[in-house]
């Protein structure tokens, strides 16, 4: 039975890497730390469990990445992305601290590995864990063992005591019974609110029914939403989030990466109306990954469907599920549940309208359409070449960005811009700040790791002084 | 019929007449979450092998479990380990397969069945082997041998004598060897063949995976040996016992080039090569043994089949017996318990040839020509 009597130093709210990068700071530099993860231990680690890289700044080859990735591209890629809905100096603090994550997650036993297969070409931007985001919290934890920071799994954090500005105590559920935590700082890692399907509806109305929650469910937002409803300043669109194109018959909850569908690219994507509503051919699928679940949030009923044909069938990873095959697009609109007068249109138009090109899978082609709308800008080849297959997508939610602001030491900002005396926080939870909207791969883990240490550190210190 | 005709025959033959159980169609499941996942490519020969397949047919899943090495990696890895709703869990899933395809490939086919409570028949054939040495030596032997000191050349055959020992050993072994042989090339056949001609690259590298057991090093920094934390004790054991088991070995060859060849009879002075050899090699066979059983007591039960753990303690402890018997018998070799010790020793490894092709002992053979294909396919691309 943990020690509820006791004032401890730090309280991390979270179990992820964000939670865990601070409490191990803050436990280095010598803070008393007790971490509390709402989930029990097998699946603990939020959205971190699903991770597989991070994205880092990097002057020169390391033993894990290729080439160079220097601040002035990785800040054009993140400005490109959020369409400059960022905050140029905490971006750019963030990228340059970001070099320093491999290091900092390699002290505490995380093992890296050079990527191999199917892993979006990122080896040159991102440092891969070896054996994914598990494996990586393993090591963490085991860090926080050693150095004796006092870990609760089953502990929902329910309530912070917010008075002017200063957080005094915490309200949890700690298996099941009501306690109290006291403490000098506070650590807010608990993620963004996605799995939290009623205050999704707030801006997506219905809509929110059929989004698939990628990640962990307990992503709930309770602790977000307690400390803005206390003072603390809010930053970021409530209704951006990452999401991608999941597979339609995905659990709705933590179905984890392997439920995402690299088909689109290489196929021709139809709505519910069986209409076709963007252009699957764009650029490279590592810079349009991240769109498409939005796209697909926005159609009717939030359903969509690939289809393409044997040619193209091994230019992107498999899928979980077998995808619907048959040998005519009748066939296939029969198994997808939709007119096949109307799918064979839309197909035999596009055919009507590809263009003969060289066809290169990982580099933008001249394969494309003419006279069609939407274009398919590249990968475009005539869906002729029987079996058919087609893949049924749904948008899968990966998280969300409205946030608590903080500024470059993760010190949580109250609503007058001042800054809280003891709050600190890091990860997802603070992603708005940087992230207006858009995604860059591998991001997510260099937020929490370099925020997660700055406010491990910056609660280390308020506790000393 | 052409060759190719006969082959699609016989497979034919096979899919109507082998119906998969439960255990495939589970590794069939999992491997199409890992194939979409591949977190785990960085561990072991398995995930690479995987990712060259789209589809997993019965051949497929054979290969791939006897090239997992169940060194539980991609269990404490996994995000969608058990309670996850995938029930992520390949180390347990291969094992149960593994242990399938040696009953499945066992020759004559009937002795597939000795792997279902392996555990049992193997202690028992090592319980009856001893008794009945030991009944042998009391009721052949002189009494006033048996329990007395026996000194110089020839000592031992005094006990049981040579020609005995090497009718007896040579023929369990050789049959052992025989059966084997057999299940190798029906494994071999039955898994897809060779599928082109053996070229010494692949053969040297299949070798220095064996030989190092690079599969158990979990791309280098360990294995989950006990928990979620990486150790390479499992491999620097098995290590201990592999070597010291060919050490073993290589003493009893040297012996019989020995008595054999050079008419140098046993027992040979301490610092002679059949004894140094054997010494060490029982030393490290104990360690290895001892060693794996200790880890096997004290891991995370999840990712292992307990089906198979029957039998994998009852080899641990055979080979252990054997080492330490081997040990004791050269303590004791020059007072009244060497009679005694011998038979002991020798009814223990009597017992070993007799169930070797029936045993965990396969893995050996089968791991072997899992490597060495997938050193092929990794060649061809
Ligand atoms: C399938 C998938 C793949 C991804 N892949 C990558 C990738 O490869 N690279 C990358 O950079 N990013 C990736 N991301 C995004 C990445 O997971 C997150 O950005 C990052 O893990 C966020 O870390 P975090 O610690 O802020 O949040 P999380 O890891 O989600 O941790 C939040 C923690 O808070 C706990 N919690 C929530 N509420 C409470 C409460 N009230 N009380 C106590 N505890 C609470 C949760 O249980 C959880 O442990 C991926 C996400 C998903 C879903
Ligand atoms: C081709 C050579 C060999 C290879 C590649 C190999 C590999 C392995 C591996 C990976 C394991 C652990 C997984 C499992 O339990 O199946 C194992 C277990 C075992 N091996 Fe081997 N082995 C070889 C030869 C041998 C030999 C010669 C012996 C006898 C001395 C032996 C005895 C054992 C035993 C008893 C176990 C069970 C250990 C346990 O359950 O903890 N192996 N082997
Ligand atoms: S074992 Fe789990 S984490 Fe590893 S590849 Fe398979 S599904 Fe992915
Ligand atoms: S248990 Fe180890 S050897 Fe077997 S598949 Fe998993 S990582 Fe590979």
């Known amino acids: ?174 298996a099941g019974f009501p306690e109290r935590i006291r403490f000098k700082a506070l650590v807010a890692s608990s993620g963004g609110f996605q799995a939290n399907r009623n205050w999704l509806r707030e801006y997506w109305g219905d809509a929110a029914d059929n989004f698939q929650i990628r990640g962990t469910p307990y992503a709930q937002g309770t602790i977000l939403k307690d400390l803005l409803a206390q003072g603390v300043q809010e930053v970021g669109d409530p209704t951006q989030f990452h999401a991608v194109a999941n597979d339609a018959r995905a659990p709705m909850e933590d179905g984890g990466l392997a439920m995402r569908l690299d088909c689109v690219p290489f196929a021709i994507v139809v709505n519910r109306n069986v209409e076709r509503f963007y252009d699957e051919g764009e650029d490279v699928w590592p810079k349009r990954y991240a769109i498409w679940g939005r796209l697909i949030a926005q159609q009717p009923g939030q359903v969509a469907l690939a289809v393409t044909d044997s040619q193209a069938v091994m230019n992107f990873l498999p899928s979980v599920y077998p995808p619907y095959k048959a ?41 494309r359409t003419e006279g069609l709308t939407p274009p398919k800008s590249h990968w475009a080849r005539r869906i002729d070449k029987p079996p058919y297959y087609a893949y049924p997508l749904r948008p899968g939610i990966t998280f969300t960005f409205l946030s608590v602001k903080v500024d470059d030491k993760a010190r949580v900002l109250m609503a007058d811009g001042k800054p809280s005396g003891n709050m600190f926080a890091s990860g997802e939870i603070m992603s708005g700040n940087i992230l207006g909207q858009g995604y860059l791969a591998g991001f997510g883990m260099t937020l929490g790791t370099v925020f997660g240490r700055l406010a491990g550190e910056g609660a280390a210190k308020h506790v000393r002084n | 019929m052409s060759a190719t005709e006969m082959n699609k025959l016989d497979a034919l033959l096979r899919e109507a007449t082998v119906t998969e159980s439960d255990a495939y169609q589970e590794a069939r ?47 404490h890895a996994c995000q969608y380990a058990p309670p996850h709703a995938f029930g992520i869990n390949i180390p347990a899933t291969f094992a149960t397969i593994r242990q399938e395809s040696y009953a499945q490939y066992a020759w004559p086919p009937a002795m597939g069945r000795a792997f279902e409570k392996n555990g049992t028949i193997v202690a028992g054939v090592a319980t009856l082997f001893v008794t009945l040495a030991l009944l042998l030596a009391v009721a052949l032997v002189d009494p006033s041998k048996l329990w007395t000191a026996q000194t110089g050349t020839g000592a031992f055959f005094r006990i049981i004598p040579l020609w005995l020992i090497n009718a007896l050993a040579g023929a369990s072994f050789g049959f052992a060897i025989l059966a084997m042989a057999m299940g190798a090339i029906r494994y071999w056949r039955g898994t897809g063949g060779l599928g ?19 599969n158990l090093g979990g791309g280098g920094h360990g294995c989950n040996d006990v928990d979620d934390s990486f150790a390479q004790q499992r491999r620097w054991l098995h290590q201990a016992m592999f070597y010291g088991f060919m050490l073993c070995f290589a003493a009893t060859t040297t012996g019989a080039i020995y008595h054999h060849v050079f008419g140098w009879k046993s027992p040979h002075a301490f610092f002679s090569l059949p004894v140094q050899l054997g010494t060490w090699g ?45 040990l004791l018998l050269l303590a004791v070799r020059h007072t009244g318990a060497m009679g005694f010790m011998l038979a002991l020793h020798f009814g223990l490894v009597l017992s070993f040839f007799a169930v070797l092709p029936y045993s965990k002992m396969v893995h050996g053979v089968y791991r072997g020509i899992a490597l060495l294909r997938n050193a092929r396919e990794r060649r061809a691309g």
């Open chain 1, 1 to 174: 039975m943990p020690d509820f009597s006791r004032v401890y130093d730090v309280l991390v709210v979270g179990g992820g890497n964000a939670a865990l990068c601070a409490a191990i700071t803050a436990a280095r530099a010598g803070a008393s730390v007790i971490l509390c993860e709402a989930s029990p231990p097998p699946l603990r680690g939020g959205n971190s469990r699903h991770t597989r890289n991070l994205r880092t700044m990097h002057p020169g080859p390391t033993q894990v990445m290729t080439d160079s990735y220097l601040e002035e591209e990785y800040w054009d890629d993140l400005r490109r992305v959020t369409a400059g809905k960022t905050d140029e100096a905490l971006a750019r603090m963030c990228i340059r601290a970001s070099q320093h994550a491999p290091d900092f997650l390699a002290s505490c036993g995380v093992v890296f590995q050079p990527s191999l297969s199917g892993t979006l070409s990122l080896s040159r931007t991102n440092a891969f864990f070896l054996g994914g985001g598990k494996a990586l919290l393993n090591a963490l934890y085991r860090e926080c063992a050693r150095l004796g920071i006092v870990t609760l799994y089953d502990t929902e954090v329910q309530h912070i005591k917010v008075e002017e500005g200063w957080a005094t105590e915490a309200v949890v559920s700690h």
């Open chain 1, 327 to 367: 040998d005519s697009i009748a066939g296939i609109a029969a198994q997808a549940g939709m007119d096949a007068a109307k799918l064979e249109k839309v197909v035999a138009d596009y055919n009507a309208a590809v263009v003969p090109g060289t066809f290169t899978p990982m580099t933008p082609d001249d394969c």
């Open chain 2, 196 to 214: 082109g001609p053996l070229t010494p690259a692949p053969a040297a590298e299949a070798a220095v995976d064996v030989l190092t057991l690079r």
């Open chain 2, 29 to 75: 499941r999992q491997m199409a979450v890992c194939n979409a996942c591949r977190y785990c490519e960085g561990y072991c020969a398995v995930f690479p092998a995987m990712a060259m397949r789209r589809e997993f047919e019965t051949a497929d899943l054979t290969h791939l479990a006897n090239l997992c090495h169940g060194c539980k990696g991609c269990y």
């Open chain 2, 282 to 326: 029982g030393v490290l066979l104990c360690i290895g043994t001892a060693g794996l059983m200790r880890v096997k007591v004290i891991t995370d039960p999840v990712p292992v089949a307990r089906k198979l753990m029957g039998g994998e303690y009852a080899m641990l402890g055979l080979l252990f017996l054997i080492g330490s018997t081997g």
